[in-house]
């Protein structure tokens, strides 16, 4: 039997590579040649170039290629097995705070807890993921071995870290599935772990999320409805469009104005509710855009009312990203100039959150807004921390009292005190009160009792197209004036 291949020789510590054949010799026997070749420098060298491919060239470990690799193998040998995502939180401020240099010494020193843990458990397997993400990976282990790696990775990172000769806190979110499932690929199975760290993140960090079917229908749904949001507010925000929701005087149950509130319309999901896509435009950073275009429909839609020879206020929200952008005035202006509508009808509501920036510089902007006739309107009042500071200092014509006050009016008398002691004080100041989602009867009566000036809130109206609008609340009176 002839015999060959790659063999090491621990006396000469090297590598070779044997061949054998069979020859004819002189005399015409059939001998064997083995030829024995130094390949120990191609094998070091190879080496090197695996290295190279599948470790990280910072903290050891294996890297994406190699954790494809082993996820791969998984998937074909359908060994029942955990993949776990960990991220560190706040990475960046490590970086920005001690240097990027100081922050490698921190990836360095994780990656050894890691490799220390992985010797300490043969079952499990770990992987440098990316910049501040690291993946382990573990074979046949019950929940409760789970639970308990968890549980020992939170807790080293809720201890103290040494870089720099000084101590720094990193915490880490994870996210964790199972795998591998029918028609696993490498990428669903990542795909899941990445879902989870997303809801792991928003759940405030420093927690470990489970993947479910749930958490991956929400987080596919938020995916799609992010590249929605970005293909319609970059094609003339299609399917944007204002709804109005009407404002009546509590004295006369009279129709003295709306407030305009964005809505979303995309046709994959029909209506998206505004508690969902307002913080998602927050955080695309499409915010103050989507807060120009209500200016600019509402503007439009006052203009036509107003020619109408309709005597109705519109209220149009403004959110503190647009008034602490540089160019906030100009836009405003510019806006007017396009909408041509008139500003005495116009009604800006902003938040008590103005109060956190410099408030002398929120005073200058709100009263060029009010020296061209504009009214403001504080929203969410009795929500934040500087209610009575923003009554004192702003330049204020309304005041809204949130809806969570006026919920519990009818059962709890001090929230009825509450609201006469605010209704006392505005009208002291000369502004009026508006009390927000109001929804009963009793509850109409109460604060028409306590002199609250106008009502606003399902009693009288949802929030609906402008057509509708008109439809059930201006026909008489547009079919007069023609």
């Given at each position: 039997m002839l015999f060959g291949g790659d063999y090491y020789s621990e006396i000469m510590n090297k590598w070779f590579n044997?061949?054998?054949?069979?020859?004819?010799?002189?005399?015409?026997?059939?001998?064997?040649?083995?030829?024995?070749?130094?390949?120990?420098?191609?094998?070091?060298?190879?080496?090197?170039?695996?290295?190279?491919?599948?470790?990280?060239?910072?903290?050891?470990?294996?890297?994406?290629?190699?954790?494809?690799?082993?996820?791969?193998?998984?998937?074909?040998?359908?060994?029942?097995?955990?993949?776990?995502?960990?991220?560190?939180?706040n990475f960046k401020n490590i970086n920005d705070s001690y240097g990027h240099n100081n922050g490698d010494r921190l990836l360095k020193e994780i990656g050894k807890f890691f490799e220390d843990f992985a010797q300490k458990n043969k079952k499990l397997s770990?992987?440098?993921?990316?910049?501040?993400?690291?993946?382990?990976?573990?074979?046949?282990?019950d929940q409760a071995e789970i639970d308990e790696i968890c549980k020992i990775i939170h807790d080293k990172f809720n201890t103290e870290w040494q870089i720099a000769n000084s101590t720094c806190y990193c915490t880490c979110s994870m996210g964790v599935a199972k795998f591998p499932k029918l028609d696993d690929t490498v990428n669903t199975v990542l795909k899941r772990i990445d879902l989870a760290i997303s809801y792991a993140k928003k759940q405030g960090k420093n927690c470990t999320i489970n993947?479910?079917?749930?958490?991956?229908?929400?987080?596919?749904r938020q995916i799609d409805l992010e590249r929605l949001m970005h293909r319609d507010i970059t094609n003339g925000f299609a399917h944007?469009?204002?709804?109005?929701?009407?404002?009546?005087?509590?004295?006369?149950?009279?129709?003295?104005?709306?407030?305009?509130?964005?809505?979303?319309?995309?046709?994959?999901?029909?209506?998206v509710s505004p508690a969902e896509f307002i913080p998602m435009a927050e955080r695309l950073g499409y915010i103050n855009l989507l807060g120009e275009n209500i200016i600019r429909i509402a503007g439009r839609q006052c203009k036509k009312w107003a020619d109408a020879g309709l005597d109705l206020r519109m209220n149009i929200n403004l959110s503190v990203g647009q008034i602490i952008e540089p160019d906030f005035l100009d836009k405003i202006d510019t806006l007017?100039?396009?909408?041509?509508?008139?500003?005495?009808?116009?009604?800006?509501?902003?938040?008590?959150?103005?109060?956190?920036?410099?408030?002398?510089?929120?005073?200058?902007?709100?009263?060029?807004?009010?020296?061209k006739g504009v009214k403001i309107a504080l929203?969410?009042?009795?929500?934040?921390?500087?209610?009575l500071n923003c009554i004192k200092e702003m330049p204020l014509n309304t005041i809204k009292i949130d809806k969570s006050f006026i919920d519990d009016i009818a059962k709890n008398p001090d929230t009825a005190v509450f609201v006469k002691m605010i209704v006392n004080l505005s009208h002291d100041l000369h502004i009026a009160v508006c009390a927000e989602g109001v929804e009963e009867q009793v509850q109409f009566d109460i604060l028409r009792d306590l002199e609250t000036d106008v009502i606003q809130g399902y009693y009288f109206g949802r929030?609906?197209?402008?057509?509708?609008?008109?439809?059930?609340?201006l026909s008489e009176k547009l079919q007069s004036v023609k």
């Open positions: 044997v061949s054998e054949k069979l020859i004819k010799w002189h005399d015409g026997r059939t001998i064997r040649l083995c030829t024995l070749n130094d390949i120990s420098e191609k094998i070091n060298y190879e080496r090197v170039i695996e290295k190279q491919v599948f470790y990280d060239n910072l903290t050891g470990l294996p890297n994406r290629l190699s954790l494809d690799k082993s996820i791969q193998g998984i998937i074909e040998s359908d060994e029942n097995s955990t993949v776990m995502l960990i991220d560190l939180d770990i992987f440098r993921f990316g910049s501040d993400e690291f993946v382990v990976l573990l074979r046949d282990q993947y479910n079917e749930t958490i991956g229908r929400i987080l596919s944007f469009t204002a709804y109005y929701q009407p404002i009546f005087s509590s004295s006369e149950k009279k129709l003295v104005g709306c407030e305009a509130l964005m809505r979303w319309n995309p046709p994959e999901f029909g209506q007017f100039d396009e909408t041509g509508a008139p500003p005495e009808k116009i009604c800006f509501e902003v938040t008590e959150s103005l109060a956190i920036h410099d408030m002398e510089k929120m005073k200058e902007l709100l009263k060029h807004i009010t020296d929203d969410d009042f009795g929500t934040g921390y500087s209610s929030p609906m197209p402008s057509d509708k609008f008109e439809e059930k609340f």
